[in-house]
């Protein structure tokens, strides 16, 4: 079991920055699949980055591609989301994610993933 607890959350204006980050605990491993979902109101849970296994890649959705970076510190086992220049459209529940058997072609299904954190908002107003 893994225990995923999410922070970072918060209301910032359009242009700004968030940093969020996601700590696992219970039985986690660096060569786990991290990432990061988002659901809007009204709208399914969307995949925006993950970092795949050990590999060391990372991965995100196109809309958050140069603005976004996601990064692991495997000694404090947490995985971090750097938000720049946040949009109003980024708005919405942001979730950590985990898994340790997760293959490269599923990433971006939500359903393949073992482990989910309770989920931190994220507010950007125009």
């Known amino acids: 079991q893994v225990q995923l607890v999410e922070s970072g959350g918060g209301l910032v204006q359009a242009g700004g920055s968030l940093r969020l980050s996601c700590v696992a605990s219970?039985?986690?491993?660096?060569?786990?699949?991290m990432g990061w979902f988002r659901q809007a109101p009204g709208k399914e849970r969307e995949f925006v980055a993950a970092?795949?296994?050990?590999?060391?890649?990372?991965y995100y959705t196109d809309s958050v591609k140069g603005r976004f970076t996601i990064s692991r510190d495997n000694a404090k086992n947490t995985v971090y989301l750097q938000m720049e220049s946040l949009r109003p459209d980024d708005t919405g529940v942001y979730y950590c994610?985990?898994?340790?058997?997760?293959?490269?072609?599923?990433?971006?299904?939500?359903?393949?993933?073992?482990?989910w954190g309770q989920g931190t908002q994220v507010t950007v107003s125009s």
């Open positions: 994610v985990s898994d340790s058997t997760i293959i490269l072609s599923s990433l971006r299904d939500p359903r393949q993933y073992d482990y």
């Open positions: 219970g039985r986690p491993s660096s060569r786990d699949t």
């Open positions: 970092l795949f296994r050990s590999s060391g890649r990372s």
